[in-house]
T-cell receptor, first 115, second 111 residues
Framework: GDSVTQMEGPVTLSEEAFLTINCTYTATGYPSLFWYVQYPGEGLQLLLKATKADDKGSNKGFEATYRKETTSFHLEKGSVQVSDSAVYFCALSSYSGGGADGLTFGKGTHLIIQP | NAGVTQTPKFRILKIGQSMTLQCTQDMNHNYMYWYRQDPGMGLKLIYYSVGAGITDKGEVPNGYNVSRSTTEDFPLRLELAAPSQTSVYFC??????????FGSGTRLTVV
């Protein structure tokens, strides 16, 4: 079945540091890939997405590129802020229409940014 | 523009009690989902629905039931609550355009 593996946390960085959170996946066919962010006490919010190989998703300074050859979708940001502290989830949908049987999530990476 | 609304936000149940978690969306989405989130485990799919009158099991359906009588509502029923059902429950919906919208969650404790 489908699966998503992302780096374990917590990840602790200083403000303005460079961020990488690794995500790899296993899926049949051509999945769509997502990064979701969860702030304390809140639900999940879509951060960015990519629907085909070599697509780059970007939002709020975060970027991730869909790499089919390495089955990866690593999240990056050039300069993190304290407000980026949250839990980040990598996810995939194996149904090309983005619906049907839902998203498969990684376990989440807790990011802590220190001033 | 409410999106996905879940009630209640918090609940404490005693072992063996039953309850229904409510989920309503106002975006006319066909697809709706129930997930549970346990610490360090990500989100696991409990049940999903591709339209009114159609539901199907996800990865962890045991101990739960759902119904989908309307496009807007997708309640999750817990019968005979057990401590293993202590979790945070999220409802989500989507159309066929890749954007999943999540509710703010229900934190359930079974004691």
């Amino acid at each position: 079945g489908d699966s998503v593996t992302q780096m374990e946390g917590p990840v602790t960085l200083s403000e303005e540091a460079f961020l990488t959170i690794n995500c790899t996946y296993t899926a049949t066919g051509y999945p769509s890939l997502f990064w979701y962010v969860q702030y304390p006490g809140e639900g999940l919010q879509l951060l960015l997405k990519a629907t085909k190989a070599d697509d780059k998703g970007s939002n709020k300074g975060f970027e991730a590129t869909y790499r089919k050859e390495t089955t990866s979708f690593h999240l990056e940001k050039g300069s993190v802020q304290v407000s980026d502290s949250a839990v980040y989830f990598c996810a995939l949908s194996s149904y090309s229409g983005g619906g049907a049987d839902g998203l498969t999530f990684g376990k989440g990476t807790h990011l802590i940014i220190q001033p | 523009n409410a999106g996905v609304t879940q009630t209640p936000k918090f609940r404490i149940l005693k072992i063996g009690q039953s309850m229904t978690l409510q989920c309503t969306q106002d975006m006319n989405h066909n697809y709706m989902y129930w997930y549970r989130q346990d610490p360090g485990m990500g989100l696991k799919l409990i049940y999903y629905s591709v339209g009114a009158g159609i539901t199907d099991k996800g990865e962890v359906p045991n101990g739960y039931n759902v119904s989908r009588s309307t496009t807007e509502d997708f309640p999750l029923r817990l019968e005979l609550a057990a401590p293993s059902q202590t979790s945070v429950y999220f409802c989500a919906s989507t159309s066929a355009s890749y954007g999943y919208t999540f509710g703010s969650g229900t934190r359930l404790t079974v004691v």
